[in-house]
């Protein structure tokens, strides 16, 4: 294979394929992206629209207008987002993938928890596969994974942490698209977390039923995960407002209680860092709860960061001059004071 071949290769390979494999996601039901969970979550927004229409609740002439508009949706932002969301595939494939596989091997699966409670406690009587059985670990597994992600997007807000998941904040408007705009470095971590998280739960479950329970699937997807993503999931990143109101919102994530979590107002600041249920945040105090009437809003992390998260370069690189930085100046200041 000559050299030319083997460049046209890898490009197809490396570049091509897995931008395709990105387009083409939107028309399965495995990501919050797909058509039909945008469609679901835009009709909802339309039909706020005419309510709020109706009862003179917005001065919104049309519908474009009152979902953002082209100040939102063709913002110099909001086209980072667009190309940003094809090049994450290719991270996916080129950095993601090969450092998850490195470590993986050494994270316990499903069948190493089994083994090990089988070796410990003794092999347990199998239950049986059962509808019920099906949706009891189906919805553990659902819990278990918005938990490990609850507490990920948490860690991501520490002091060290926090470079690389200022990148999703970076966002001064907000489309559906934002929900996309992670650093790998994240995503690897998130992956992880969830990986080990959902074997302990896996293998804990499959001990007590005595072998290995099949989840319960709507069209190969999580019944939980279809569920959630076509109730308006794709409107937390958007400029639409709406609001469960203060019961519900202890229970579950609403769009406006995420965008909430975007906003640059102290007082806002880490609140809100449930991705599907806020009952996390309920429980380890960091919830807040909103109401049908809007809150102005500013999105972003302050104008003093605007200019360096304004290309794919700045939203990659940038994390990693800020630690850097970091890391000089709490050298400078050990070396000054010895």
């Known amino acids: 294979m000559d050299a030319f071949s083997l460049v046209y290769q890898r490009l197809i390979q490396w570049v091509i394929e897995p931008i395709t494999d990105q387009f083409f996601g939107i028309f399965n039901l495995n990501g919050r992206f797909g058509i039909l969970f945008l469609c679901a979550s835009y009709s909802v927004a339309y039909g706020l629209f005419r309510f709020r229409q109706h009862r003179g609740l ?37 950095l993601v993938l090969p450092i998850v596989h490195l470590v ?33 670990y189906g919805l553990g597994v659902f819990l278990m994974k918005d938990f490990a992600h609850y507490w990920v997007h ?21 489309v559906p698209a934002t929900a996309s705009r992670v650093h790998f470095v994240e995503k690897i971590v998130e992956t992880l977390g969830i990986t080990a998280s959902v074997g302990l739960f896996a293998g804990s479950f499959w001990y007590v039923c005595g072998g290995e329970v099949s989840g319960y699937t709507l069209f190969g997807v999580t019944y939980l995960v279809v569920i959630f993503n076509s109730l308006a999931a794709n409107l937390r990143h958007t400029h639409v407002w709406l609001s469960f109101g203060p019961v519900v919102e202890h229970l579950l ?20 860092f449930g991705i599907n ?47 850097a930085r970091k890391l000089l100046e709490k050298r400078g200041r050990r070396v000054g004071w010895l």
């Open 58 to 94: 917005t001065d919104a002439g049309s519908f474009w207008q009152f979902i953002g508009g082209r100040q939102v949706h063709l913002h110099r932002s909001a086209l980072l987002d667009y190309r940003y969301f094809f090049v994450r595939a290719i991270l996916k494939f080129v």
């Open 253 to 272: 994530n609403s769009p406006a209680q995420h965008q909430i979590h975007h906003s640059d107002a102290p007082r806002h600041f880490n609140r809100n």
């Open 277 to 323: 249920l806020s009952l996390w945040d309920w429980m380890f105090r960091t919830l807040y709860v909103t109401r049908s009437q809007p809150e102005l809003l500013r999105f972003g992390t302050g104008e003093q960061d605007h200019h360096r998260y304004l290309t794919v370069y700045g939203l990659i690189a940038t994390p990693f001059i800020e630690i």
């Open 154 to 174: 948490r860690a991501f807000h520490s002091r060290w942490l926090w470079a690389f998941h200022k990148v999703h904040h970076s966002a001064p408007v907000l």
């Open 104 to 136: 993986d091997p050494y994270i316990f699966r499903s069948g190493d928890y089994l083994a090990f409670f089988s070796n410990l406690w003794g092999a347990r009587p199998r239950l049986g596969t059962n509808f019920s059985l099906a949706l009891a």
